[in-house]
């Protein structure tokens, strides 16, 4: 039998727990209810104050018992209380009941902060149900017993009721009386005792018995079963039967033997019938009570369209409640009339604005008044009607206070219909209703007010919705306010007006060919593009999308806006946001490989002391991936790797308390493997001993940002030392610093700081320039200390000499010359940079004494070519190469192992949350709109002459030049020119006869030959835009540029 395993308690009596029962308990004293501290259902106790936060956290005793919105969720916390209990569905109701009779008014009290309900429609009455928080003696009903039932039914009287009118019940039969047999253990009956059975005593045979020999085999007679006689035989035979006693039974009253008795009963009846309180029977309505009325919904529209000021008021609060909490189920066609009633309702804008009081009709009499809408057709003829009216006068930006709240309620209509709109079905269903067509051009028609700029902007994300299942025309009206939204100040209404241009008859099979956009207005959509406004710039970029899909658009682009410096902003806007990615290459296999680093770098003090904020274990996991990494046959003692970690943040941990210790030994070895996943703790016998190892992991030779992956930079700055006599400038017996820093900025900072012995100022400045101190009384400069001696010792340079420069200024400039150039304009100065320098650079202080040193030359930074920043690639066929192969050869040094190769940067864009991550943002809305003009520039023909635009520089400075002035001036006998005049004078006849080249040129070649290199960089630096690119490339290459 297997042993007996205690049972968890299922209480924890905590401070807590015995606070809660106390408050508890003095609550139901002043309640005047009774508290069962510790309820018992089946065989454990139910924690009250677990009970009550889990009911509270569902949202309380009615959003549990909401068997509609919340089914089941008594019996999954009942399965949380009762764990393994067999059956579910009654204990579920038992803790209901537990809950119902103990926390339910205290819910109400402490987290609804309400009254409850009295005890005695709470407590005193079964748990089935809820609503708690709306029951009331008014409106809560007893359940009914069943004679009440049978009162209410109008059933008569019967002979089934006592004296006190209540109904009798059959009763059981009556047990049979069985006499027992004699030792029976059957149940004693209600049945008369009778007397014990007489004992009859054996008395044995006294006669002689005759053998078998003696009798000769005579048979004998027996009577009654017995053998000869004897008193026994004689008792049995002589047995006579008890005479039957007579039962008792209770008279019962019948009308025929007791007819005073019923004649009572009845009159009691009837007085009882005339004193009770009648009770509204379940599912009968009686007048006044029991009837809930239509829904809200049903309700709201009925009042919408009573047309009373107060009642739509109600009803269009509701509707803006309802359609925010539940557009994505409130659709129009489960209301017939709500659309036509919400559209009436936003029309009378017009008559706020205008002396008109537009009314839709469905009929055709009335439809040729002018302030008719044809609500069939739509009307045609709306702009020419709208351009008709009067404006009313308004003196200021304050409505009178009719049309104030007039106002307020159209704004609320027109939020509707917008919320409802961006459900697709509800957008659909409007787009066949044709006078909504005449509701938006009216709004976006409105005079430039300040008070209607929330309802023009309502209709815009309206018509932003529907416009995709419309096919308008250039004179379609809604087309044309749409068109004349473009032109305005506001940014939100320049949006929301191309978007919903661009969204025309997106739905459909039909193409949107945005015919009839004045000039005007594509000028002012590609100046957009260069405003610094991502939402401005990519609904600019969908509108040319579609725009120059046609070959006709792209004439009038090409005739009427610069195209040039068009095309040369969209290809800027290629590589907008890019983000760079450097993609490692490993440097061809060496005679011999690298030597294993034995211990981790050391890392400079800035860094370590961003680590040391961190907490454990995230200090420890980011020092780990710095300065280590996986490598399958790697292996670092355990006690190695904690004594490096814990040397690494010793001094920052003494000077600065603040931080947080160092995790355990122990914590920090389980922790490798967790940073780590092919890391693993081992113990190998080495001898007999064992050793502890991690294997999995060895040290870095450069350590790297543990998130980017990107190398550090090593310090090469060489101390001052004594070499014969004299001060060495270049090296010294520790060989460098070897420190590493984050980037080119942190390393130029530890320089100062570290080496330089440079401070800061009060506001954190670094102290370059020695100020002189002034005399307080004459205002003159104090003569101060003689200044000390800066010198640069990175890498064996020499720049400074013996003496240095106390320049302190001078000494930072020029360290910056060792650093990478990080600042945009790198690749200008690469440009100007002296050749790779070929220095020799030492690694130990032996070489001091034999190497023939040479003055570096400042192109690239002396010392970084680990770093990726020296040459493209040094082979051994350099000729400098061979010469120190050989050098060193002769002294029996392996030769030095090639730099690694420079690592290739991309910059890819933006990409969208697919799993196959395509491009997306404003890079790719302007690479298809490249790809589009680059096609349909195509198809156009050639230009005659060189295209300019107006007010352009290019025509301006050829005006200037072909003005009789200029030749004039240019006519004379030219004068003796510069070297530099002579180059500016072939840069610009290389310009002309570039200008006379491109006349013959077609249109594509013309307008992507300044842009090719740009588009050759992104191909082969983005890899997002990579399959884009190369259509664009193809167009342009078939349009002949």
Not at 873 to 898: C, F, I, L, V
């Amino acid at each position: 039998m297997a042993p007996h395993k205690p049972r968890e308690p299922s209480i924890e009596r905590t401070s807590e727990y015995e606070e809660f029962l106390g408050k508890l308990e003095e609550f139901h004293q002043k309640r005047g209810t009774i508290l069962e501290r510790e309820p018992k259902i089946g065989n454990r106790h139910i924690d009250l104050l677990r009970l009550y936060k889990r009911v509270v956290e569902e949202g309380g005793y009615d959003k549990v018992s909401d068997t509609k919105g919340n089914k089941l969720a008594w019996r999954r916390i009942a399965g949380e209380f009762l764990p393994g209990s067999p059956n579910l569905t009654t204990q579920a109701f038992l803790v209901k009941t537990a809950y119902y009779k103990n926390l339910a008014a205290y819910e109400i009290t402490t987290v609804h902060k309400r009254e409850p309900p009295p005890k005695e429609i709470l407590e005193d009455v079964s748990a089935k149900g809820g609503d708690l928080l709306n029951r009331t003696l008014e409106n809560y009903h007893r359940p009914n017993s069943r004679e009440a039932e049978r009162l209410k039914n109008g059933e008569e009287d019967s002979e089934e009721s006592d004296e006190d009118g209540e109904p009798k019940r059959t009763p059981k039969e009556d047990r049979m009386d069985i006499d027992d047999a004699p030792g029976s253990t059957g149940r004693v009956t209600r049945a008369l005792r009778h007397a014990p059975p007489q004992r009859v005593l054996f008395q044995p045979e006294m006669s002689t018995r005759q053998t078998r020999q003696s009798t000769g085999h005579t048979p004998q007679s027996y009577s009654n079963g017995s053998y000869g006689t004897s008193v026994a035989a004689m008792t049995i035979a002589n047995y006579e039967p008890r005479t039957a006693a007579p039962s008792s039974m209770k008279p019962v009253a019948t009308p025929a033997n007791n007819p005073e008795h019923f004649r009572q009963l009845r009159m009691k009846y009837v007085l009882n019938r005339k004193n009770r309180v009648v009770r509204p029977v379940k599912g009968m309505m009686l007048p006044g009570t029991g009837f809930p009325g239509p829904s809200i919904y049903i309700r709201a529209l009925n009042a919408l369209q009573s047309k009373i000021p107060e009642e739509e008021a109600y009803a269009l609060h509701h509707f803006v409640k309802i359609s925010h909490e539940r557009g994505d189920k409130f659709r129009f066609e489960q209301f017939s009339g709500l659309a036509e009633a919400l559209i009436t309702k936003v029309v009378e804008a017009g008559s706020i604005f205008y002396d008109v009081k537009w009314k839709i009709a469905y009929t055709e009499e009335n439809m040729d008044r002018p302030d008719v809408l044809n609500g069939l057709f739509g009307t045609k003829d709306l702009m020419e009607r709208i351009q008709k009216l009067e404006v009313r006068e308004i003196e200021d930006d304050l409505l009178p206070g009719d049309d104030a709240r007039n106002l307020r309620l159209v704004n609320e209509a027109a939020l509707i219909i917008r919320n409802m709109a961006m459900l697709h079905e509800n957008a659909q269903l409007l787009s066949l209703i044709p006078s909504v067509r005449d509701m938006l051009v009216i709004i976006l028609n409105l005079p430039r007010h300040g008070t209607a700029v929330e309802l023009k902007h309502y209709a815009l994300e309206i018509a932003e919705q529907l416009t995709r299942f419309w096919i308008l025309e250039p004179q379609n009206p809604v087309y044309r306010s749409l068109l004349a939204q473009v032109d305005s100040e506001d940014r939100g209404s320049i949006i929301t007006s191309i978007k919903a241009l661009g969204r025309i008859s997106m739905e459909l099979e039909a193409p949107n060919k945005l015919t009839g956009v004045p000039v005007k207005t594509l000028r002012a959509v590609c100046e957009w593009l260069l405003v610094e406004d991502e939402e401005l710039r990519n609904a600019c970029l969908d509108f040319l999308y579609l725009f120059t899909g046609f070959s006709d658009n792209v004439e009038i682009l090409a005739n009427e806006v610069d195209i040039e410096a068009l095309v040369i902003q969209l290809v800027r806007l290629l590589q907008y946001g890019a983000i760079p990615y450097e993609e490692k290459k490993s440097n061809n296999k060496s005679s011999r490989s690298s030597q294993p680093v034995d211990s981790p770098p050391k890392l400079s003090a800035a860094i370590i002391e961003q680590l040391a904020a961190l907490d454990e274990p995230e200090r420890s996991s980011q020092w780990l991936r710095t300065c280590f990494e996986e490598e399958p046959s790697g292996e670092i003692t355990q006690i190695q790797l904690w004594s490096s970690y814990n040397s690494a943040f010793t001094e920052i941990m003494a000077a600065k308390t603040e931080n947080k210790p160092l995790m355990a030994a122990k914590d920090f070895i389980t922790n490798v493997s967790t940073t780590f996943s092919g890391a693993s703790a081992q113990v190998v016998n080495f001898n007999n001993v064992p050793k502890y190892t991690i294997r999995g992991i060895r040290p870095r030779a450069v350590p790297a940002d543990p998130t980017t992956k990107k190398p550090y930079m090593r310090c090469c700055w060489h101390p001052p030392s004594l070499l014969n006599g004299l001060s060495d400038l270049r090296h010294s017996g520790r060989v460098e610093c070897g420190e590493f820093a984050t980037n080119a900025r942190a390393m130029w900072e530890h320089i100062l700081l570290t080496h330089l012995k440079i401070s800061r100022d009060e506001i954190g400045k670094w102290m370059l320039e020695q100020k002189p101190d002034v005399n307080m009384e004459n205002g003159e400069s104090v003569s101060v200390s003689k200044p000390p001696q800066y010198n640069c010792h990175w890498g064996g340079c020499t720049h400074f000499g013996r003496e240095g420069t106390s320049s302190a200024y001078e000494a930072g400039q020029h360290i910056k010359t060792h650093l990478p150039d990080t600042s945009i304009m790198q690749s200008i100065h690469a440009r100007h940079n002296r050749t790779p320098s070929n220095a020799t650079l030492l690694s130990t202080p032996s070489q001091t004494l034999t190497e023939n040193f040479q003055q570096p030359q400042f192109a690239q930074p002396v010392g970084l070519g680990s770093l990726g920043m020296g040459p493209r690639y040094t082979g051994y066929n350099d000729p400098y190469n061979q010469y120190t192969a050989q050098h060193r050869h002769s002294r029996d040094q392996p030769p030095t192992a090639p730099q690694p190769l420079p690592n290739f940067r991309f910059y890819n864009t933006a990409t969208d949350d697919t799993p196959a991550q395509d491009a997306a943002g404003l890079p790719l809305a302007s690479v298809l709109v490249l790809r589009n003009l680059a096609r349909q520039l195509a198809k156009l023909p050639p230009p005659s002459s060189i295209h300019d635009i107006p007010d352009s520089p290019t025509l301006s400075k050829r005006s200037r030049d072909a003005s009789p002035e200029s030749r004039r001036t240019t006519g004379a006998k030219k004068p003796r020119l510069s070297d530099a005049a002579n180059k500016a004078q072939r840069e610009n006849e290389e310009m002309e006869k570039e200008e006379r080249a491109a006349e013959g040129a077609g249109w594509v070649e013309r307008v992507f030959a300044p842009v090719k290199e740009q588009l050759f960089f992104v191909a082969s630096h983005n890899l997002t835009l990579k399959s884009y690119m190369s259509g664009l490339l193809k167009a342009i290459a078939a349009g002949g540029g």
